[in-house]
């Protein structure tokens, strides 16, 4: 019998074998194309993933981008998320004169928000010391590194690079600003006067020229006309809280408290928690004679910030006024102890946490405590009107204690004529 071979189970079976190999070698294939496309389009296809989880990886950001963000959030008066993108996007792009002077101005606008925040004005004049180490010849450097030296106390310094700003863009507004700014902390009001009207002609819209027209402005007086400035210098910027302060202090100066208050109060609006608002706010009812609402306004800044010394000072004053001279010899050491431990130099220490205190040891027959604050207040060469007071508490002591004589209180320095002196801001 002849058997038919290629009708076999084993025929079959063979035939079977090759249908199966072609099916796994399509799989392969079709695997191996989506394999290469994963890995071709591997950043997206990881970003989806890790969106579908929660965990979508952080873009990185380049320095325009990053300088943009930093301007925004100066918009909205949050000065440290500025100084933060605008350190980055300095550190991506360091030749970069622009984003450098955007981050100098970030670093002194947030060294205005009180003692605790001066470093960043040290900190400005090392970006500006950069930037004029970059390009020597750019106006924008010059005009930062003046500014920087202004703020850092170096005013003569800081006029000669201003005008060397002005010599390469004579029509750079902020340049002829912060000189002006220079001028006015030389005292020297008719020059500061004469630039910072300049920068105001050559921009009516740059804040820097306002201010600084403001502020030459009140040196010799004109109060009213420094608001206007300050007005039209918010309306460029409505978040920037150092306006505010500097604008409060004319109200003050006019006796205007209701414009002070409100002018805090807009900061407040802006920043709940701002001590340097609160402290202001105290010391402008202690002017008005609101010591009730002075003390609450202290004690709410002391309880925001317990390391803030002005608060304290404030508070003691308050609490002196009103005849609590345990509480304000307790708020005024705490105010020295603080100076003490933040570093801040004799010659910048409030003077009243001393006198003052002294003072009220005085008042409570304490006089080896007074003695001891009072010598240290006339140490700091105060100003002839508290030399007198100091004078004052030292002969209560002479007469209420035997342990102290006249020879041992410092002769009295005559009287200098002092010349006019711009409103102090912070």
Same mark, same amino acid.
């Given at each position: @019998?002849?058997?038919?071979?290629?009708?076999?189970? !084993?025929?079959?079976?063979?035939?079977?074998?090759?249908?199966?190999?072609?099916?796994?070698?399509?799989?392969?294939?079709?695997?191996?194309?989506?394999?290469?496309?994963?890995?071709?389009?591997?950043?997206?296809?990881?970003?989806?993933?890790?969106?579908?989880?929660?965990?979508?990886?952080?873009?990185?950001?380049?320095?325009?981008?990053?300088?943009?963000?930093?301007?925004?959030?100066? !918009?909205?008066? +949050?000065?440290?998320?500025?100084?933060?993108?605008?350190?980055?996007?300095?550190?991506?792009?360091?030749?970069?004169?622009?984003?450098?002077?955007?981050?100098?101005?970030? =670093?002194?606008?947030?060294?205005?928000?009180?003692?605790?925040?001066?470093?960043?004005?040290?900190?400005?004049?090392?970006?500006?010391?950069?930037?004029?180490?970059?390009?020597?010849?750019?106006?924008?450097?010059?005009?930062?590194?003046?500014?920087?030296?202004?703020?850092?106390?170096?005013?003569?310094?800081?006029?000669?690079?201003?005008?060397?700003?002005?010599?390469?863009?004579?029509?750079?507004?902020?340049?002829?600003?912060?000189?002006?700014?220079?001028?006015?902390?030389?005292?020297?009001?008719?020059? /500061?006067? +004469?630039?910072?009207?300049?920068? &105001?002609?050559?921009?009516?819209?740059?804040?820097? $020229?306002?201010?600084? =027209?403001?502020?030459?402005?009140?040196?010799?007086?004109?109060?009213?006309? $420094?608001?206007?400035?300050?007005?039209?210098?918010?309306?460029?910027?409505?978040?920037?809280?150092?306006?505010?302060?500097?604008?409060?202090?004319?109200?003050?100066?006019?006796?205007?408290?209701?414009?002070?208050?409100?002018?805090?109060?807009?900061?407040? #609006?802006?920043?709940?928690?701002?001590?340097?608002?609160?402290?202001?706010?105290? %010391?402008?009812?202690?002017?008005?004679?609101?010591?009730?609402?002075?003390?609450?306004?202290?004690?709410?800044?002391?309880?925001?910030?317990?390391?803030?010394? %002005?608060?304290?000072?404030?508070?003691?004053? &308050?609490?002196?006024?009103?005849?609590?001279? %345990?509480?304000?010899?307790?708020?005024?050491?705490?105010?020295?102890?603080?100076?003490?431990?933040?570093?801040?130099?004799?010659?910048?220490?409030?003077?009243?946490?001393?006198?003052?205190?002294? !003072?009220?040891? $005085?008042?409570?027959?304490?006089?080896?405590? /007074?003695?001891?604050?009072? #010598?240290? /207040?006339?140490?700091?060469?105060?100003?002839?009107?508290?030399?007198?007071?100091?004078?004052?508490?030292?002969? @209560?002591?002479?007469?209420?204690?035997?342990?102290?004589?006249? #020879?041992?209180?410092?002769?009295?320095?005559?009287?200098?004529?002092?010349?006019?002196?711009?409103?102090?801001?912070?």
């Amino acid at each position: @019998m002849y058997i038919r071979r290629d009708n076999s189970n !084993l025929h079959f079976g063979h035939y079977r074998r090759h249908g199966v190999s072609r099916w796994l070698l399509g799989v392969w294939f079709v695997v191996m194309v989506i394999i290469a496309t994963l890995l071709w389009r591997f950043n997206d296809v990881q970003g989806w993933a890790l969106s579908s989880i929660g965990a979508a990886p952080t873009p990185t950001l380049d320095a325009v981008t990053l300088a943009r963000m930093g301007e925004r959030a100066y !918009l909205q008066g +949050d000065l440290e998320a500025a100084i933060g993108y605008y350190g980055e996007a300095a550190r991506l792009a360091p030749q970069d004169i622009d984003i450098k002077f955007e981050y100098g101005r970030m =670093l002194i606008y947030r060294s205005y928000a009180g003692r605790t925040y001066q470093y960043r004005a040290g900190e400005a004049l090392t970006v500006a010391q950069d930037a004029v180490d970059v390009a020597p010849d750019n106006a924008r450097a010059q005009a930062l590194y003046c500014f920087a030296l202004m703020e850092n106390g170096r005013a003569e310094e800081a006029i000669g690079s201003c005008l060397r700003a002005t010599q390469l863009d004579p029509n750079y507004a902020e340049a002829h600003a912060y000189l002006a700014l220079a001028y006015y902390s030389a005292q020297r009001p008719n020059q /500061a006067f +004469d630039e910072a009207d300049r920068a &105001v002609r050559l921009n009516p819209n740059s804040l820097d $020229a306002h201010r600084a =027209l403001a502020l030459s402005l009140a040196y010799v007086g004109p109060f009213n006309a $420094a608001i206007q400035q300050y007005e039209q210098a918010i309306q460029i910027h409505p978040r920037l809280d150092a306006l505010y302060f500097e604008l409060a202090q004319y109200y003050v100066a006019l006796s205007n408290f209701d414009g002070a208050q409100a002018a805090f109060d807009q900061v407040l #609006q802006m920043d709940p928690d701002n001590v340097k608002a609160y402290t202001r706010k105290c %010391e402008a009812f202690f002017r008005d004679r609101k010591d009730t609402e002075a003390q609450v306004a202290c004690e709410q800044a002391v309880e925001l910030d317990p390391t803030y010394p %002005e608060a304290y000072r404030q508070l003691g004053m &308050v609490q002196y006024t009103r005849r609590n001279y %345990e509480g304000a010899i307790e708020s005024f050491e705490t105010c020295t102890t603080l100076q003490d431990q933040q570093g801040i130099a004799l010659a910048d220490q409030e003077i009243q946490c001393y006198y003052i205190r002294g !003072l009220a040891e $005085a008042l409570l027959d304490r006089c080896d405590r /007074a003695w001891e604050d009072l #010598q240290s /207040a006339m140490a700091m060469n105060p100003e002839e009107s508290i030399k007198n007071q100091i004078s004052q508490g030292l002969q @209560m002591c002479v007469t209420n204690d035997e342990a102290f004589s006249m #020879q041992q209180i410092p002769t009295a320095i005559p009287p200098t004529a002092v010349p006019p002196q711009p409103i102090p801001i912070y």
